[in-house]
């Protein structure tokens, strides 16, 4: 086989990954400044899994995400979901922010903040009707926050205030869940709570992306994983990709021996 | 009272007060929110120079010369800003409050150099607009509401701001949710399709119209204390944003109408023989409204 027919052939093959890909991400580089924060990274995220960024503190995770969602200007790069641009399969995605992003002492209820996902179904004018805030309950049941649907958000605690992000999340109906720090500073029963749902999309067919911090869970937690720092470390299964070498490459130095050790148990 | 004196002396200064509150406020409790409130401060001092310089121009305190002026103020404060940021690396604060209070002291320079003895432009009305001068000749009493002949000679200042007053509204309305989605979460609001940038800049210019507009009547001191007080106070009083706004337009209709009957008659029952600043009292009363609510609002935050 002549080299170009090869190259055809790759091309032939990646056109058809993203066409199949629920979010793929190819040549993205993003800049604060003189300094990339993300630099030429490609992305392939298979439908249907769990699938874990992971990677150091200003190593790009959350900068990818908000870049891959046109909430940042990328310098360069393109972004598809199955195959199509962002803007024309908005429906099909839901974000949720780091809960750090936003002011909690704004003047809003628990019910009215999951409401705020149903903006796609209402429109600017659209009436409020009984089945919507039926909708809005049914989520914050699944997150085990009913009980809280009148409170004042700031009123609720860091975990709590999560879950109902969680919830406004799922009454998007979305195919494609993008979570960046979920379990960022929750408790416990949060956390349980947090990833029972998560996995109860992917059972349920949806494609599940999580930026994620805490290594020690990440198998049990994740199908796949994203290494990154600035730049693609590895992607792939976490039986596969989720090894020592990886880790030590995509952290640098930075990952103490001890913790390495504590890992071990879960490696790939 | 009667219908024959408030009429035609008070009746149109008053709600002129009170459409110029609401006007202000209403905006006022998003750029609260935002994090924004010193905007309605800055839009204020700023379009002095650009309303003294579009008189000069054009000869005539008119609506429409005195609009064009302020906003191409704000564009030049604009820029500013951004080129003394960017060369002097100063913080974007301190930018900001150099920027304002020099292009309102060279405004106030500007009307004293300059010849408008025969209009009502100088640095008093700057501060403190004529709210008092805005009264109804034509009125005798509660009939003329109904006279076509005395509503004819209504001060132009109250269809004016009646009409910004709606203008403000029906914005708020129209785009009520992505107004409150944006202002709590703004990631969140682009990822559903929302333009929030172009909606934060539709947000400073509508509050950038109703502080022109409310300029010319009653002058910037009240136009900041309106952009600020109202909300504020409102905050203190609820934790839902639908309940804030309408506290928010049911203190500053508190303010305008206290702050106006105050500066005309307070004086008076204190045994001195003038009165006050209509404006300067109204904004006092919303400062009042403000302190109130902050030590005995029912949803202070606990520090």
């Known amino acids: 086989m002549s080299v170009e027919l090869a190259t055809l052939n790759g091309q032939q093959a990646d056109r058809t990954a993203r066409a199949d890909s629920p979010l793929a991400i190819r040549g993205m580089t993003v800049s604060y400044g003189q300094k990339p924060a993300v630099f030429s990274v490609d992305m392939t995220i298979r439908s249907g899994a769990m699938t874990a960024i992971i990677g150091p503190n200003g190593a790009g995770k959350s900068t990818l995400l908000k870049a891959a969602l046109g909430i940042l200007t990328p310098l360069a790069g393109t972004v598809t979901v199955l195959g199509k641009s962002v803007a024309q399969m908005r429906d099909h995605i839901a974000y949720v922010p780091q809960r750090a992003s936003v002011d909690w002492d704004f003047p809003t209820r628990v019910i009215d903040v999951v409401m705020m996902g149903l903006y796609g179904q209402l429109g600017l004018l659209g009436r409020v009707r009984q089945t919507h805030r039926d909708q809005a309950m049914a989520c914050l049941n699944r997150v085990g926050m009913a009980d809280f649907a009148t409170r004042q958000i700031g009123q609720l605690s860091g975990g709590q205030q999560q879950r109902v992000f969680l919830a406004r999340s799922l009454v998007q109906a979305a195919d494609l869940y993008l979570l960046d720090e979920p379990f960022a500073g929750v408790d416990a029963a949060t956390e349980t709570a947090i990833i029972g749902v998560l996995k109860g999309l992917r059972d349920a067919g949806k494609t599940v992306v999580v930026v994620h911090h805490d290594l020690s869970t990440v198998t049990d937690y994740f199908d796949d994983v994203f290494l990154i720092n600035t730049q693609v470390i590895a992607q792939g299964s976490v039986a596969t990709t989720f090894t020592q070498e990886n880790l030590q490459t995509t952290y640098g130095g930075r990952l103490a021996g001890a913790q390495m050790d504590a890992l071990s148990g879960t490696l790939g | ?241 639908e309940t804030q706004v309408a506290w928010s337009m049911v203190f500053a209709i508190l303010a305008a109408v206290t702050g106006y009957v105050l500066a005309g008659y307070g004086p008076l029952w204190m045994g001195f023989d003038a009165s006050v600043s209509a404006a300067g009292m109204i904004a006092t009363m919303s400062g009042v409204i403000l302190a109130i609510a902050a030590f005995a609002g029912p949803h202070r935050r606990s520090v």
């Not at chain 2, 009272?1 to 459409?19: D, K, N, R």
């Not at chain 2, 310089?53 to 002026?69: N, T």
């Not at chain 2, 292009?103 to 004293?112: D, N, Q, R, T, Y």
């Open chain 2, 1 to 241: 009272m009667s219908g024959a004196e408030f009429v035609p002396l008070s009746l149109t200064p008053m709600l002129i007060g009170i459409f110029v509150a609401m006007a202000c406020a209403l905006p006022g409790n998003f750029l609260l929110l935002r994090r924004q409130a010193l905007i309605g401060d800055a839009i204020s001092h700023v379009v002095l120079p650009g309303i003294v310089v579009a008189f000069l121009l054009s000869g005539a305190v008119a609506a429409l010369p005195m609009l064009l002026g302020a906003a191409g103020a704000a564009v030049i404060a604009v820029a500013a800003i951004e080129g003394i940021r960017r060369v002097g690396r100063i913080e974007p604060g301190a930018a900001m409050g150099v920027v304002f209070t020099t292009m309102f002291a060279g405004g106030v320079l500007l009307l004293e150099i300059s010849d408008t003895s025969d209009v009502h432009l100088d640095v008093e009305h700057a501060l403190f607009g004529n709210l008092e001068s805005l009264i109804w000749l034509d009125a005798f009493g509660w009939a003329s509401l109904l006279d076509p002949e005395a509503l004819a000679g209504l001060p132009v200042e109250l269809p004016r701001m009646a009409a910004t007053f709606v203008l403000v509204g029906a914005f708020v309305a129209l785009f009520w949710r992505p107004l409150k989605i944006s202002t709590f979460d703004e990631g969140f609001a682009q990822t559903i399709g929302m333009r929030t940038r172009p909606l934060g800049l539709a947000l400073v210019v509508v509050s950038a119209i109703a502080a022109v507009a409310a300029f010319d009547a009653v002058g910037s001191i009240i136009v900041i204390a309106m952009f600020i007080c109202p909300p504020a106070a409102a905050r203190l009083m609820t934790n839902r944003l």
